[in-house]
């Protein structure tokens, strides 16, 4: 009984090194899988030494099939592969190249890399639509706010994938678009009806079921036009996981949760308690990717839900059989390098680099140019960009780093540069205004403008005195609605060193760059 409900977790731990705890989650309870996030992840070796030894433990332990070793490797702002390997743009910066054959090369090159390193399994893509400018957890994680667009985007990136020999997944079903709430914090809830949810949040997951999808994510959302118990999210409702997934779309393959450990189910049911609910639901794999005992707990839960009668058996069995198809479909233990395994020079090599700065090329923006783009390389030039301090619980505080100045400097050598608190008072405002006469132009980056923020007036005050304003919206691509005078501006979804190296090159007339826009920019 162990192996059936263990089979149906996928775990996290800390650090970089298999624990005692991972090695009782293994040898116990027979999980599914391991997820890893960026306190694993280490140099290329390292984090090829510990997937290797992970599989060690499961081919000592019994596995018929290797582990499946996932992780979030969406590219862009949410990644989680550091030293050693590409920096790939991320699903915005796809869309705005406005080439689906750049979501299949992106798509496989990520497969190769992350292959290369022993993960099998990758939690992407992003099927949410972006058609909310105020969705604090999504925006540019999404391909863009058409349909058409996502579902396009997605498939290939899915086939880029699989034909690396990846496994894929698509999230967050049924969409997680057009919330204004992270559900990571709390419950978001999406109040469209059925006709409007099957135009819109479904048709990507539809085509991409047509086109072979490995596994679907659920979210931790309430769809009160699916769902009739109130506050009920997706992720534990059987109408949603079983009658709208399994029954009507007629999805065959694995259904894993999101994070049991996000505050919508953690803080409302509870983690263990959710974990049989999403059994009961119809999900396959469980997903508590942090605590020991909540993971331990939670098998425990389902074991006990199995006693008494509550999880029908069938349940599992049938979850333990999709779950089994999936591993005979992809994995092999001749294919598990056990000994002397070695990073493949593919991994962060010369041609994974050059494709991805070709479609950072092509995914830049120049939303607006009043005539003043080219800068003048003679030009006296201010650089002015913020503090990051708005990440989302999905991002990485390591990959948080940016510097618009070093970019910048790398074209116009003599330009000035100034990091800005995310709070300016108005004298600083003030004293900005004054300095700035001095500038034949100042460039501006941005991560996400709130309509009441300091950073706003700033700029709109420099846009009112005249000055040649150049913006360069490093995140969220919204930002424009805010200031429609200012004279140029432009968008790199992403604050990637390559990005924002392709944009001060772009600036400077050193590189052209084609980027379209795969939303719609409303002014205020």
């Not at 999980?31 to 081919?59: H, M, P, Y």
């Not at 994070?259 to 308690?273: P, R, V």
């Not at 390591?398 to 108005?426: C, K, W, Y």
């Amino acid at each position: 009984m162990n192996k059936a409900a263990g089979q149906l977790l996928i775990v996290g731990f800390e650090g970089k090194q298999i624990t005692p705890e991972v090695k009782e989650l293994i040898n116990t309870y027979y999980v599914g899988g391991i997820i890893l996030f960026t306190r694993n992840i280490g140099t290329s070796a390292e984090v090829l030494n510990l997937t290797t030894n992970l599989q060690k433990e499961a081919k000592k332990a019994g596995y018929k099939y290797p582990l499946l070793i996932c992780v979030d490797q969406e590219n862009g702002i949410v990644r989680r592969l550091g030293e050693g390997t590409t920096i790939f743009p991320g699903a915005m910066a796809l869309g705005a190249t406005d080439n689906i054959s750049n979501a299949y090369e992106i798509g496989f090159a990520t497969g190769k890399e992350l292959l290369g390193l022993g993960i099998n399994w990758n939690l992407a893509p992003v099927l949410d639509i972006n058609n909310n400018p105020e969705n604090p957890v999504i925006g540019v994680r999404s391909f863009g706010e058409s349909a058409e667009k996502v579902a396009q985007f997605g498939r290939e990136t899915i086939r880029g994938m699989q034909e690396a020999g990846l496994i894929t997944t698509l999230k967050h079903f049924p969409g997680h678009g057009d919330t204004d709430v992270d559900s990571h914090l709390d419950l978001p809830v999406i109040s469209h009806d059925l006709q409007r949810l099957e135009k819109v949040e479904l048709k990507p997951f539809k085509e991409c079921i047509a086109a072979g999808a490995d596994t679907i994510m659920t979210a931790h959302i309430y769809f009160p036009a699916i769902e009739s118990k109130a506050g009920l999210p997706a992720t534990l409702s059987r109408k949603v996981v079983t009658g709208l997934l399994r029954e009507k779309l007629r999805y065959n393959g694995v259904i894993t949760t999101d994070c049991m450990e996000m505050d919508a189910i953690s803080q409302t049911i509870g983690t263990e308690k959710g974990a049989v609910a999403a059994v009961k639901a119809g999900v396959d794999f469980v997903m508590i990717s942090h605590t020991f005992e909540r993971q331990k707990g939670a098998v425990k839960e389902i074991i006990n839900a199995i006693d008494s009668g509550e999880i029908d058996m069938n349940y599992i069995t049938d979850a333990n059989k999709r779950i089994q198809s999936l591993k005979e479909k992809y994995l092999d233990w001749d294919n598990v390098q056990l000994d002397d395994a070695k990073v493949p020079p593919i991994v962060g090599g010369n041609e994974h680099k050059e494709l991805a700065a070709e479609v950072y090329r092509n995914s830049t923006t120049i939303v607006k140019n009043d005539g003043l783009l080219p800068l003048d390389i003679n030009d006296k030039v201010l650089v002015l960009y913020p503090e990051n301090d708005e990440m989302v619980r999905v991002e990485d505080q390591r990959n948080m780093e940016f510097n618009l100045g070093e970019a910048v400097l790398r074209f116009h050598p003599f330009a000035d540069v100034e990091q800005l608190n995310n709070t300016i008072s108005i004298d600083e405002i003030n004293e900005l205004v004054k300095k700035v006469k001095k500038y034949d132009s100042i460039i501006i980056g941005t991560l996400s403008v709130a309509a009441e923020s300091s950073q706003l007036m700033l700029i709109k005050e420099l846009i009112e005195i005249g000055a040649y304003v150049v913006v360069v919206a490093m995140k969220n691509p919204y930002v424009l609605r805010y200031f429609p005078k200012v004279p140029a501006y432009l968008n790199t979804y992403e604050f990637t060193p390559c990005a924002l190296e392709t944009a001060a090159s772009a600036i400077f007339g050193k590189k052209e760059v084609n980027g379209k826009l795969p939303i719609t920019i409303q002014n205020q």
